[in-house]
């Protein structure tokens, strides 16, 4: 994300923009690295700029939501020190930027979230709606990809009656749990769902049904365990 802190009226005031946006929260539940990334670009004289920018970061990075919100922040300056921006200042805020985007690309690819033009035009949509039925409310990708096809709302009772079937055949354990699996892994991606961390997709939509059918299938062996 690149402000241009002139737009605003100067660092201070991007200061209290971020720290506003920062007191909101975040608007998804995605992963911390792909938070957005900020590129503040100033325009303030080569001899205040770098008291000023450290001015910017103490005040906005001591926000206790900045982390939550944001994952980087970076300031350059465009203006040299005789009041002028030479044309150099312009390369350097290209190469920045580049870099920028290439470290964001990177997140997005190690975190299973660099989304196709039809997943975004997708989720914008979904986001909209969310925003108006709910505007402080947290947008959840995976959640909003499985809007048509929710997880079955019965699947820690069927978790647990598949367990009783196999331990009333006395068939081997691990039997059990890569077949449970292999049917988590084909549910959890229906057809032309974005190919999330499965680990994530697990985590929000399968974890606490799973926890509850196993709990669900001990207590009918009287056993008990902690989950």
């Known amino acids: 994300m690149c402000l241009f802190a002139q737009d605003y009226g100067g660092l201070d005031a991007v200061a209290e923009t971020l720290m506003t946006w920062a007191t909101i929260g975040p608007a998804s539940n995605l992963e911390h690295p792909i938070r957005p990334r900020l590129l503040i670009v100033a325009n303030i004289s080569g001899n205040h700029f770098a008291s000023e920018a450290m001015r910017l970061q103490l005040k906005v990075l001591s926000h206790p939501g900045f982390s939550d919100s944001f994952s980087s922040l970076n300031v350059i300056n465009v203006l040299g020190a005789g009041g002028h921006t030479p044309r150099g200042h312009f390369s350097a805020f290209e ?133």
């Open 95 to 227: 190469q920045v930027l580049t870099e920028e985007i290439r470290l964001q690309r990177a997140a997005r690819i190690n975190t299973h979230t660099l989304f196709s033009m039809v997943h975004i035009a997708a989720f914008f949509d979904l986001a909209l709606q969310n925003f108006a039925l709910s505007p402080l409310s947290t947008f959840s990708f995976i959640h909003a990809s499985r809007e048509d096809f929710k997880v079955s709302p019965n699947f820690a009772h069927h978790l647990s009656s598949f367990m009783s079937v196999f331990a009333d055949n006395k068939l081997p354990d691990h039997i059990a749990w890569e077949f449970i699996a292999s049917v988590i892994i084909l549910d959890a991606f229906p057809p032309d769902m974005h190919m999330f961390s499965p680990s994530e997709v697990f985590r929000i939509l399968y974890r606490e049904a799973c926890a509850l059918g196993i709990q669900e299938y001990l207590n009918s062996r009287q056993l008990s365990t902690d989950l």
